[in-house]
Each structure stands twice: as structure tokens, then as C-alpha cells.
């Protein structure tokens, strides 16, 4: 059964660093997500991709986050300049077609430092 | 925008009794609600959801309900075993197509003692 893949399983940066997460979605998934998840809180939307583009984001999603999809496979979440309260796991999602189901990566743990 | 809120945060139960999970939302215009177990370490794994135009699912032991006059909805697990021990969440989401972000809930604890 496919599965979304993430990468690296655990990133520790320097407050200030440049991160970049990685995801392989599932290869016929249309629509991706990166979500986010602070220690013992529910897990939060960040960012939905369509068509090459930004769906919607929400407030979390400033202008230090990026995301991109750079060859039609990987699906990246770039944040410019870290920050301690950026520590989290993320996690990648995505959805096919006029499915509903979002399926989950097993997310990226980062640490800031 | 959708508020989702999620009792109890922790739930113990003796292995092979039910357990539920209740969930409410705000935003009468959600009309998807799925549930995702998480375990330690792991990434959110979708186990059962249901949509507005239905007002209850069984998947073997699972099941999920709806009330939409109410907003809210459950999770009942039947006949626990240790393996279902795990962090839950309940979610909403708008849905038009397969683009709209989900809202989740805080998650519940559940531990199933042997």
C-alpha cells in the first residue's frame, strides 16, 4: 500500500537557520498539506497546494515559510529563519481527486535551538 | 472559522469494554468528519470518517456518528483491545473537493488496561 514519506525523521537547527522538510506523497494525490504539531497540542493546518500553487494558508503560515513541489514528486516546506517557537513535528498530507481522505506522512520532528 | 472541541482527553478502559470519544464543531457548513489514531512517534493514520449525508458508519469495531441539528459526533470503539491505545482525533472540514484544510480536535488519550 503506498504511504506518504517524510524527511528527515528528526531536524535540529540553531535559531536563525534556514530548514527545509521533505515529502514524497503518494504518487495519484492532486492536493498536499503541511501541517503542524507543538508538543501535547492538536495538530495544525498550515498550508494547502493545488496545481502548482498556494490554496490557502493559515495565519501560521507567514512570510517565513515557503513550499513548493520542485519536481512534480517531492513536495517541500521551507522555513527562511527558524525560530525556538517553530519547534514542532510536521506533518505532509495529501488527498486525490474528489477524495476526501487526507492520508498523513509520519512527520518531521524539529527542534530549534 | 471551525472550532472543534474534543472530550475526554484521557480516556482508560479495561481491555474488551467501549470506549467514546465526543467531538463537537461551530461551522454548520462542515459536512466531513474523519478520525485519526496516532500512535507513539507515528504520523496521524485516518481509521473511519463520515460525511454530513450520513448519520452513522461501522467499520468492524469502530463506528461514527453524526448529529447535525446538534453538531456533534463520536467515536465508539467496541470490544478494546491493548493495540488500541493511542492518542484520537476527531476533525471537520468543509468540503467541496479534495482541497480544504482540516480542523481538529485537542485528541483524546485513550489507554486500554489488560
Known amino acids: 500500500e503506498p504511504e506518504v514519506t517524510q524527511t528527515p525523521s528528526h531536524q535540529v537547527t540553531q535559531m536563525g537557520q534556514e530548514v527545509i522538510l521533505r515529502c514524497v506523497p503518494i504518487s495519484n494525490h492532486l492536493y498536499f498539506y503541511w501541517y503542524r504539531q507543538i508538543l501535547g497540542q492538536k495538530v495544525e493546518f498550515l498550508v494547502s497546494?493545488?496545481?502548482?500553487?498556494?490554496?490557502?494558508k493559515s495565519e501560521i503560515f507567514d512570510d517565513q515559510f515557503s513550499v513548493e513541489r520542485p519536481d512534480g514528486s517531492n513536495f517541500t516546506l521551507k522555513i527562511r529563519s527558524t525560530k525556538l517557537e517553530d519547534s514542532a513535528m510536521y506533518f505532509c498530507?495529501?488527498?486525490?481527486?474528489?477524495?476526501?481522505?487526507?492520508?498523513f506522512g509520519p512527520g518531521t520532528r524539529l527542534t530549534v535551538t | 472559522g471551525e472550532n472543534v472541541e474534543q472530550h475526554p482527553s484521557t480516556l482508560s478502559v479495561q481491555e474488551g469494554d467501549s470506549a467514546v470519544i465526543k467531538c463537537t464543531y461551530s461551522?454548520?457548513?462542515?459536512?466531513?468528519f474523519p478520525w485519526y489514531k496516532q500512535e507513539l512517534g507515528k504520523g496521524p493514520q485516518l481509521i473511519i470518517d463520515i460525511r454530513s449525508n450520513v448519520g452513522e458508519k461501522k467499520d468492524q469495531r469502530i463506528a461514527v456518528t453524526l448529529n447535525k441539528t446538534a453538531k456533534h459526533f463520536s467515536l465508539h470503539i467496541t470490544e478494546t483491545q491493548p493495540e488500541d491505545s493511542a492518542v484520537y482525533f476527531c476533525a471537520a472540514s468543509g468540503v467541496n473537493s479534495g482541497n480544504t484544510p482540516l480542523v481538529f480536535g485537542k485528541g483524546t488519550r485513550l489507554s486500554v488496561i489488560a
Open positions: 461551522d454548520s457548513a462542515s459536512n466531513y
Open positions: 497546494f493545488y496545481n502548482n500553487e498556494i490554496s490557502e
Open positions: 498530507a495529501g488527498s486525490g481527486g474528489r477524495s476526501y481522505e487526507q492520508y
